[in-house]
């Protein structure tokens, strides 16, 4: 059974930082992209930074140059997000495109959720 464990989150004043991490456990087949959404309170959960086991990336607009994405490493991917607004405040969630098994096409793996609140 495949799951994705996070770790990270909390509260931070505008201007900080806080570094997201998750990692996947279980067994499968391939990895092909790891990253995170967000889900800010009232409205649809949204892109923020994917990479996939190639080193390519993609950023949401909102985020570029202030979040940096890693390398994936060991199954685990690491979120550093400096220069915090109100407007990043929303709930997180890792996720994961991997195949489970050879008999099994690949598919969208989502962690729990962890909630980021940046305010004065």
């Known amino acids: 059974q495949v799951q994705l464990v996070e770790f990270g989150g909390g509260s931070v004043q505008p201007g900080g930082s806080l570094r997201l991490s998750c990692a996947v456990s279980?067994?499968?087949?391939?990895?092909?992209?790891m990253g995170w959404y967000r889900q800010p309170q009232g409205k649809q959960r949204e892109l923020v930074a994917v990479?996939?086991?190639?080193?390519?990336t993609r950023y949401s607009d909102s985020v570029q140059g202030r979040f940096t994405v890693s390398d994936i490493f060991n199954n685990t991917v690491a979120l550093q997000m400096n220069s915090l607004k109100p407007e990043d405040t929303a709930i997180y969630y890792c996720?994961?495109?991997?195949?489970?098994?050879?008999?099994?096409?690949?598919?969208?793996?989502w962690g729990q959720g962890t909630q980021v609140t940046v305010s004065s």
């Open positions: 279980g067994s499968f087949t391939k990895l092909d992209r």
């Open positions: 990479i996939k086991t190639s080193g390519i």
């Open positions: 996720y994961a495109w991997l195949q489970p098994s050879y008999l099994r096409p690949f598919d969208d793996y």
